[in-house]
C-alpha cells in the first residue's frame, strides 16, 4: 500500500517543479529577450544589469503574491499566473526604457 502512495505525490512534486520553472521563465524571459534586442542594437552591456533586475521582479512578485495571500482573494492560481506576468511585463518595459535613457547620445 505504501507503494501506492509514492508516485501520486511523487508526480505533484514534479509537477510542482515544472510550473516553478515555467513561472520563473515567463518571469525573467520579456527583461532577457530585451536584453538580446538591445545588445543585438549594439548596446555591449545590456544583460549586465539582469541580475539586479530578475531580483527584483523574484522579490516584487513575491511581495504581491504575500499580500494577495493575506488578503485573503479568491483564485489564488489565477493571482500567481496575473502577477507574474504583469510583473514579467512591467519590468522588461521599465528595464528597456531605462536603458534606451541611458545609452549615449
Known amino acids: 500500500m505504501a507503494d501506492m502512495v509514492r508516485p501520486s505525490s511523487m508526480h505533484r512534486l514534479i509537477a510542482a517543479c515544472i510550473a516553478i520553472a515555467v513561472l520563473f521563465c515567463i518571469l525573467c524571459g520579456p527583461a532577457w529577450y530585451v536584453a538580446l534586442r ?17 531580483v527584483a521582479q523574484v522579490v516584487l512578485a513575491c511581495g504581491l503574491l504575500f499580500a494577495f495571500d493575506t488578503a ?9 499566473a496575473a502577477t507574474v506576468a504583469g510583473v514579467s511585463l512591467g519590468g522588461a518595459a521599465l528595464f528597456g526604457a531605462w536603458r534606451l535613457v541611458r545609452r549615449p547620445a
Open 38 to 54: 538591445l545588445w543585438r542594437r549594439g548596446d555591449l552591456g545590456a544583460f549586465r544589469p539582469l541580475r539586479a533586475v530578475w
Open 72 to 80: 485573503g482573494l479568491p483564485d489564488p492560481a489565477a493571482w500567481i
